[in-house]
């Protein structure tokens, strides 16, 4: 069954320091999303994107982030200086149109 | 009002048990639902779509209840297995360009 691969599982910067988190979604979906979930919390909707361009986004997804479909099959999600707040685990999700199929996550953290 | 709400629990019950889980959502033109389930420090996972006329699957049955904003996921003879935070999900729009999830309602089996 085709799947939802993300990279690094877990990453670990320093506060101030750009991140890029990746996702590949499965190849014939068209709607591309990333989520967050901070330890303990809900999973809380960051971006959507279709057709090359950002969809919808949440009051989060403030301009420290920003997502890129660079070639056709990965999806990236940069966070330009992180915060300590910004520690969390990172979905990235895809969809034909609905319902969305996961990743396993990456999990940030942030010292 | 929240957009997707739900009872987070917990829930502690005895396996062979029945347990209903609510979920309310805000948006009355939202277009389709879901169940997710997370197992701890996972990735949701679907459970199942939630359809107008209800839909059941095996020991799962989800209802959906337009005109009062809400949706159900109902357990019978509850396993042990399905111990995990249940996640209510809502496609606010048509388009799938934002996808809500609940807060979880966290369900734990007891032998």
């Known amino acids: 069954e085709p799947e939802v691969t993300q990279t690094p599982s877990h990453q670990v910067t320093q506060m101030g320091q750009e991140v890029i988190l990746r996702c590949v979604p499965i190849?014939?979906?068209?709607?591309f999303y990333w989520y967050r979930q901070i330890l303990g919390q809900k999973v809380e909707f960051l971006v959507s994107?279709?057709?090359?361009?950002?969809?919808?986004k949440s009051e989060i997804f403030d301009d420290q982030f920003s997502v890129e479909r660079p070639d056709g099959s990965n999806f990236t999600l940069k966070i330009r200086s992180t915060k300590l707040e910004d520690s969390a685990m990172y979905f990235c999700?895809?969809?034909?149109?609905?319902?969305?199929?996961f990743g396993n996550g990456t999990r940030l953290t942030v010292t | 009002r929240k957009e997707v709400e739900q009872d987070p629990g917990p829930f502690n019950v005895p396996e062979g048990a029945t347990v209903a889980f609510n979920c309310t959502y805000s948006?009355?033109?939202?277009?389709?639902f879901f169940w997710y389930r997370q197992d701890c420090r996972k990735e949701p996972k679907l459970l199942m779509s939630?359809?107008?006329s209800g839909n059941e699957d095996g020991r799962f049955t989800a209802q959906l209840n337009r005109a009062s904003q809400y949706i159900s996921l109902l357990i019978r003879d509850s396993k042990l297995s399905d111990s995990a935070t249940y996640l209510c999900?809502?496609?606010?729009?048509?388009?799938?360009?934002?996808?809500?999830f609940g807060s979880g309602t966290r369900l734990s089996i007891r032998p």
């Open positions: 999700a895809s969809s034909e149109n609905s319902p969305l199929h």
């Open positions: 190849s014939n979906h068209l709607y």
């Open positions: 994107f279709y057709n090359n361009e950002i969809s919808e």
């Open positions: 948006n009355s033109a939202s277009q389709s």
């Open positions: 939630v359809y107008s």
């Open positions: 999900v809502v496609n606010m729009y048509s388009s799938a360009s934002k996808i809500i």
